[in-house]
């Protein structure tokens, strides 16, 4: 019942098989990814119900709020983020879909920020660019 009352009534009523077994892989691969990554925050319940546009869910607690995060700490995130992609090609022999575009887009969100913001890339240290006038402060 609070499933009911914060998620809301299942809206699909015949849901693709294809859709479901994929969306169950992915959060499977994404359950058992964080196990082994040392920095990504545990996921603590999945939901496989439909019950949005989004599909299905993962709810993760985040350990505490931390501002400041080491080039290891964001590379896990990364790597957190592209779980379900790799899931998609490993399971799905290469045929990915677009539920893995979140995912692609917060690795995107969090390396561009290594670089731009940061100053974390090896090969451009110590330098950073704001968005608004582009110039280079170092």
Excluded: C, H
């Excluded at 996921?43 to 995060?69: C, D, F, H, W, Y």
């Excluded at 995107?108 to 100053?119: C, L």
Aim: aromatic letters at 8%; hydrophobic letters at 40%; glycine letters at 6%.
């Amino acid at each position: 019942a609070l499933e009911r009352v914060i998620g809301g009534v299942d809206t699909s009523q015949k849901e693709n098989s294809n859709l479901v077994t994929r969306s169950a892989l992915i959060k499977a691969s994404q359950i058992v990814g964080s196990w082994f990554l040392e920095f990504t925050d545990p996921v603590v319940r999945v939901n496989l119900t439909p019950r949005s546009k989004s599909k299905t869910g993962a709810m993760q607690t985040i350990k505490e709020a931390a501002n400041l995060q080491t080039v290891e700490e964001l590379l896990q995130r990364i790597q957190f983020n592209l779980i379900p992609k790799l899931a998609e090609e490993r399971f799905f022999e290469g045929d990915v879909s677009t539920l893995s575009s979140s995912g692609l887009r917060r690795s995107y969100d969090i390396a561009r920020a290594m670089i731009t913001s940061y100053g974390m890339a090896e090969s451009f240290e110590n330098l950073s660019l704001k968005e608004d006038d582009f110039r280079i402060y170092r």
